[in-house]
C-alpha cells in the first residue's frame, strides 16, 4: 500500500514538474512574441517618422527653391527694367533736346540710369546662374554701346542747331563755317601726322565760331568721325532675346544651383 501511495506521489510530482515547464515554455514564447511586437511597432514607428521627417524636408526644400526663384525672378526683371528705362530714356530725351545745353543736361541724366543699370547688373550676376550673368553682361553692353551712338548723334543734331541760329545774325560766317566742315572731316584722321592737312581749315573754324559766339569744341562734333558699332557684339534686340531665354531656363529649371 506504501509503494502504491510513492508511486503516485512520484507521478504527481512529475506531472507537476511537466506543468511548470510547460508554463515557463508559453511564457517564454507570449515574451517574445511581445518583443517581436514591439520591435515591429517601434520599426512601423520609425518608418512612420523618417517618412514625416522627409516630407517636412522635402517641403522645405521646395519653399527654399520657390523662395530662390521669387528672389532671382525680381532681380532679372529689376535689371531688364532698368535697361530699358536707360535706352528709352536716351532716345525719347535726347531726341526731344534742343540745343546744346538742353543735350547736355539730358545725358547728364542718362548717367544715374546708367548706374542704376550697372548696380542691377550685379545683383543678377550674384544671384546667377552663370548662363544668365553673362547674358546681362552682354546685354548691358549693347545698351551702352546703343545709348552712345543716341549720344553722339544728338550732339551733332545740337551744334548743328546752334550754328543754324546763328545764320540770323552771322549768315556769311554759317555759310563759311558749311564750306569748311567738309574739308575738315575728310582730313580729320590725319591730325597729328605728317600728313595732316587741316591745320589751315581748322585755324579758320575756330576764328568762325569764336566770331558767331559759339564754343570751338563744337567743330569736333561735327567734324570728327563716328565709328561704326562694332558687327562683332549682339545688337541690343538680340542681347534682350538672350537675356529673356536664359532667364526663363533658369527660373523653370527642375532645380537650383547650390548656393
Known amino acids: 500500500m506504501k509503494d502504491l501511495e510513492g ?5 504527481s510530482a512529475g506531472v507537476a514538474a511537466v506543468g511548470i515547464v510547460a508554463t515557463l515554455l508559453l511564457g517564454r514564447w507570449a515574451l517574445r512574441g511581445a518583443q517581436d511586437a514591439a520591435h515591429a511597432g517601434q520599426a512601423q514607428a520609425a518608418a512612420t517618422y523618417q517618412a514625416a521627417l522627409d516630407a517636412v524636408q522635402a517641403q522645405s526644400q521646395s519653399d527654399h527653391q520657390q523662395w ?3 528672389i532671382q ?3 532679372y526683371a529689376a535689371f531688364l527694367q532698368s535697361v530699358l528705362s536707360y535706352k528709352d530714356g536716351a532716345r525719347d530725351d535726347l531726341r526731344r533736346a534742343s540745343g546744346t545745353e538742353e543735350t547736355r543736361a539730358c545725358i547728364a541724366a542718362l ?5 542704376d543699370m550697372s548696380q542691377r547688373a550685379w545683383v543678377v550676376r550674384l544671384e546667377g546662374p552663370d548662363e544668365v550673368a553673362s547674358a546681362a553682361m552682354t546685354l548691358q553692353t549693347s545698351a551702352k554701346i546703343l545709348v552712345i551712338i543716341e549720344e553722339n548723334h544728338a550732339r551733332r543734331m545740337a551744334a548743328m542747331t546752334d550754328l543754324n541760329l546763328r545764320n540770323r545774325t552771322h549768315p556769311q560766317e554759317v555759310t563759311r563755317i558749311w564750306e569748311l566742315i567738309p574739308v575738315a572731316q575728310s582730313s580729320w584722321r590725319s591730325i597729328g601726322t605728317p600728313e595732316d592737312t587741316s591745320t589751315a581749315a581748322l585755324a579758320e573754324l575756330r576764328d568762325l565760331f569764336t566770331a558767331c559766339e559759339l564754343s570751338p569744341g563744337l567743330i569736333s562734333t561735327l567734324c570728327e568721325p563716328h565709328e561704326p558699332a562694332s558687327g562683332d557684339h549682339p545688337s541690343f534686340d538680340e542681347a534682350s532675346r538672350d537675356f529673356i531665354r536664359a532667364a526663363r531656363e533658369a527660373l523653370h529649371s527642375e532645380g537650383l544651383p547650390a548656393v
Open 7 to 11: 508511486i503516485g506521489a512520484v507521478a
Open 68 to 70: 530662390r526663384r521669387g
Open 111 to 115: 548717367r544715374a540710369l546708367e548706374t
Open 73 to 75: 525672378r525680381e532681380a
